[in-house]
Nanobody
Framework: QVQLVESGGDSVQAGGSLGLSCVVY??????????MGWFRQAPGKEREGVAN???????YYVDSVKGRFTISQDNAKNTLYLEMNSLKPEDTAMYSC????????????????????WGQGTQVTISS
């Protein structure tokens, strides 16, 4: 059974930085030609994709975080990361990691329906 566990959420002031982690249990990031993604959901809004990365390191970012967020992974540690810099109040949301066993899920803007495995989320709050 695949389980994803996020950590690193916190409350910081605008302009600050945070690093999120997502450990994958029950499967190896090497096992599939997969796609890993970060999503976020603010109160009253739909879940939106933030960034994704293929097993081989190809990355995609949505425009709102491009240049500020960095997605990465450590396959040896089975861990996905999201480094967030120059944070803005509009980045406030519950951040979740997700996994798909199919690389095509990384073809563009991360779509929640393309990902079958989800973590429980970690809260990020940015104050102005």
């Amino acid at each position: 059974q695949v389980q994803l566990v996020e950590s690193g959420g916190d409350s910081v002031q605008a302009g600050g930085s945070l690093g999120l982690s997502c450990v994958v249990y029950g499967a190896s990031l090497y096992t599939y030609d997969n796609c890993m993604g970060w999503f976020r959901q603010a109160p009253g809004k739909e879940r939106e994709g933030v960034a994704n990365i293929t097993r081989y390191g190809s990355k995609y970012y949505v425009d709102s975080v491009k240049g500020r967020f960095t997605i990465s992974q450590d396959n040896a540690k089975n861990t996905l990361y999201l480094e967030m810099n120059s944070l803005k109040p509009e980045d406030t949301a519950m951040y979740s990691c997700a996994a798909s066993p199919f690389r095509w899920a990384c073809r563009g803007v991360p779509a929640p329906a393309d990902f079958g495995y989800w973590g429980q989320g970690t809260q990020v709050t940015i104050s102005s």
